[in-house]
């Protein structure tokens, strides 16, 4: 089936430092989400995007949907320790259509 | 409150003894679906669902089935459980365009 390449695979970083992850498609989609799962959680919606070229902020976390409609990244500025966490991209071509997911970045934060 | 409930939590099981994982959702979602999530590999989807008595195959469908008689529940069926269906399960939900809310999991664990 269709794959999304989600990178970087981990991070280990110093409290206060930013992030970015990214991820790519070989197929266009129409929705990018990004998800954060906690430890023994499901995981949990963090930003949604809708359309080419936005870019949408909740909080320190800033997402953009790639002008291509095949990549999307997002970054965290001034991690802090509740960071950590596994972080998802997921892609999806229209409502209905199955949720395509990159394999996740492991978020881990040094204070 | 608003969620996603799947039970058990955790299960250890025998190959090939029948087993069910229940999901129910309170926020009248007519999409369901289920994933595994396998280390590396991030979220695949095993089946999903969009409306009642409306049921399709996802990625990984294979020693899986599951049913959606009313509209809360959805229902995930090992018939005969083999290890390599030892796993971290998720079932999900969504109302029209609106992103999936994730269940807090079901670990599988198939000797």
């Known amino acids: 089936g269709q794959q999304l390449n989600q990178s970087p695979q981990s991070m280990f970083i110093q409290e206060g430092e930013d992030v970015s992850m990214n991820c790519t498609s070989s197929?266009?989609?129409?929705?990018w989400l990004w998800y954060k799962q906690d430890p023994g959680e499901g995981p949990v919606l963090l930003i949604a995007l809708y359309k080419a070229g936005e870019l949408t902020s909740n909080g320190r976390l800033t997402a953009q949907f790639g002008i291509t409609r095949k990549d999307s990244f997002l970054n965290i500025s001034a991690s802090i320790p509740s960071d950590v966490g596994i972080y998802f991209c997921a892609g999806q071509l229209y409502y209905g259509n199955k949720l395509v997911f990159g394999a996740g970045t492991i978020l881990r934060v040094k204070s | 409150e608003a969620q996603v409930t799947q039970n058990p939590r955790y299960l250890i099981t025998v190959t090939g003894k029948k087993l069910t994982v229940t999901c129910s959702q309170n926020m009248n979602h007519e999409y369901m679906s289920w994933y595994r999530q396998d280390p590396g590999l991030g979220l695949r989807q095993i089946y999903y669902?969009?409306?009642?008595?409306?049921?399709d195959k996802g990625d990984v469908p294979e020693g899986y089935k599951v049913s959606r008689k009313e509209k809360r529940n959805f229902p995930l069926i090992l018939e005969s459980p083999s290890p390599n269906q030892t796993s971290l399960y998720f079932c999900?939900?969504?109302?029209?365009?609106?992103?999936?809310?994730f269940g807090n999991g079901t670990r599988l664990t198939v000797t």
């Open positions: 999900a939900s969504s109302l029209g365009l609106s992103p999936l809310h």
């Open positions: 197929s266009i989609f129409n929705t």
């Open positions: 669902s969009m409306n009642v008595e409306v049921t």
